[in-house]
């Protein structure tokens, strides 16, 4: 009788350690890939610039950059150079390679609108992981999971960063 209660105290005990094991695990995924989407949707949703000209798509599909796409770059402080190639990349969308500046732009046409990308770049991307990690402080004790120590945290801070690294850098990947 006794050996049945410590059989079962034992199975309890992997059973609970198993599920704290899942939430620790889990989680940091859920909050890499909420960053992930959130620094994807903030990308996507500030266009560098934003055409409405219908007619910059014929002259893109040919490879020559239209005065008024020129001008909007001067207006925004960023003009083109002379050495200036047009890449298309697919029905409705361009890739801008500026050699001289040593910068590429992603041009996209949605809908009527032809919406401007620079090329990602690592700014306060990294920032938006990191509050979701420190976001995780507060999750952790509402799922009744406990932390101990650095180890653990280093784990969830890392687990958190790599799929926040995996899933924006895939959710660019449609982007591009």
Not at 26 to 46: E, M, N, Q, R
Not at 102 to 122: C, D, F, G, Q, V
């Amino acid at each position: 009788m006794e050996n049945d209660k410590k059989a079962r105290d034992k199975k309890e005990k992997e059973k609970a350690e198993y599920a704290e094991g899942l939430k620790k695990t889990i989680t940091p995924f859920l909050f890499g890939i909420l960053a992930g989407g959130i620094c994807f949707l903030i990308f996507v949703h500030t266009p560098y610039l934003v055409s409405t000209d219908g007619g910059l798509k014929e002259d893109l599909d040919k490879g020559i950059i239209p005065e008024n796409l020129i001008n909007m770059f001067e207006k925004e402080g960023s003009p083109l150079s002379e050495n200036v190639t047009i890449t298309k990349e697919g029905n409705d969308k361009w890739l801008l390679n500026d050699r001289e500046n040593k910068k590429t732009y992603i041009i996209r046409k949605y809908a009527e609108t032809l919406n401007i990308y620079p090329t990602p770049k690592s700014e306060n991307w990294l920032l938006i992981a990191i509050l979701l990690i420190m976001v995780q402080k507060f999750v952790y004790p509402l799922l009744h999971t406990s932390i101990e120590g650095a180890k653990d945290w280093f784990y969830i801070s890392f687990m958190t960063i790599f799929c926040w690294f995996i899933f924006f850098t895939l959710l660019l990947m449609i982007l591009l």
